[in-house]
């Protein structure tokens, strides 16, 4: 089979030619391999003559018109996907490399090497980068945790000391004193 499409790179447009036969013969025989015998049982209360003109219509009018409609589909989609252009430029691609004495059909492996580590070094630095970056945003996140724990804290000692204030106040209206004039005492002293 390659053989064949050696000898075809020289006409272009071959490759979209190819394309196209295959798919016919592809369709042509998918739609037309029901045969008669499958076709009369999937209509056995009919007779022998009624099955074969039922057939015989089967075979012209829906065949014939699914085979029309699928191949101007798949036509269509080769159009609006450029598939011709896109074969046709493989076609040339294919030819130069054939018609290029340099061109090595053999891969250098010194040079695929070279690229794998060059790939995978790339790769190791970028998830270097990747968890440097999550090591500080993990620091940070820490650092906020800290904080807002020092801030609860904080809060909790203030809300002992109005606990404290609320029972002082509570103790010196229970024995008759004025709140305001102890703590302003308080304050000078």
Sequence with gaps: MEEAFKSETVIPGVRHSN???SFRQCLGFLLTAFPFEDFAKAFPRYTGAEQDLL???YVQQVITSLHENMQEEFN????ATQVGTTL????????QQSLDPLFSKKTN???LKHDVLATKENEVRLLQGLLDKVDDQKHTTKARIKLLKKKHAESEDTSGLTATLEKIR???VKYGGD???WVSDQSKA
Aim: with cysteine; charged share 20%.
């Design 19 to 21: 394309l196209k036969t």
């Design 109 to 111: 492996l010194f040079h």
């Design 179 to 181: 709140i305001d004039e």
């Design 88 to 95: 046709d430029t493989v076609e040339h691609l294919v030819e």
């Design 76 to 79: 269509v989609v080769c159009h």
């Design 170 to 172: 509570s103790m010196m």
């Design 55 to 57: 057939y015989q219509l």
